[in-house]
């Protein structure tokens, strides 16, 4: 009698910037011995719209946001891992056609988009470079002219196709615990 192989699944944590995404994969990951990807880390300047405004008139088609190193780096872990998740940051869940593919889970962090707002310009705060208040002084700007309508309207689309939403401010290691016991539940009603 052969073994069973388990294939490595795909979970997605998404939401908008500021959620607390990078900081539950990050502990969830560890508390399971498995690898992760942040979706921060393979973009570049071709990454979004050029113009975010035209882009959010136009309904935030989020099929135009590209990342082709995250898909191959993605494509890679997956094919080498032994774990039983990937865990990846992907703030567009399934929404975006040039990844769904690989995704099997999608856990959507819909926390209230003022605490998120806090969470950016906290962050920034706490990781001073040479143009700290400049940087933070541009975010609000955007953030009233464009991000919180995206925000939303990406949180709605991702909403529609998640298959656990983690709603409300939790402590992290609540967080944490929601999901990998979720994950657990998922697992055994796959045996």
Not at 59 to 76: C, D, Q, R, S, W
Not at 93 to 113: F, H, M, N, Q
Not at 135 to 164: F, M
């Amino acid at each position: 009698m052969g073994l069973l192989m388990v294939k490595t699944q795909v979970i997605a944590i998404s939401g908008a910037s500021g959620c607390g995404k990078t900081s539950l994969i990050k502990i969830v990951s560890d508390k399971l011995s498995c690898p992760y990807l942040l979706f921060d880390d393979y973009t570049d300047a071709h990454t979004y719209p050029d113009d975010m405004n035209a882009w959010l008139k136009a309904g935030v088609n989020l099929n135009e946001i590209k990342t082709p190193a995250f898909i191959g780096a993605l494509e890679t872990i997956t094919l080498s891992s032994n774990a039983p998740y990937v865990f990846i940051e992907e703030p567009f869940g399934r929404c975006r056609a040039e990844i769904s593919k690989y995704i099997d889970y999608v856990i959507l962090l819909d926390v209230p988009l003022e605490v998120c707002l806090s969470r950016v310009i906290t962050r920034n705060i706490n990781t001073p470079h040479i143009d700290s208040l400049n940087a933070i002084s541009k975010y609000l700007c955007a953030y009233d002219n464009h991000l919180h309508a995206i925000y939303s309207n990406v949180v709605e689309q991702v909403r529609q196709t998640c298959d656990l939403t983690v709603t409300g401010v939790l402590p992290l290691s609540k967080s944490a615990d929601l999901v990998e016991s979720w994950l657990v539940k998922v697992r055994i009603s796959q045996s």
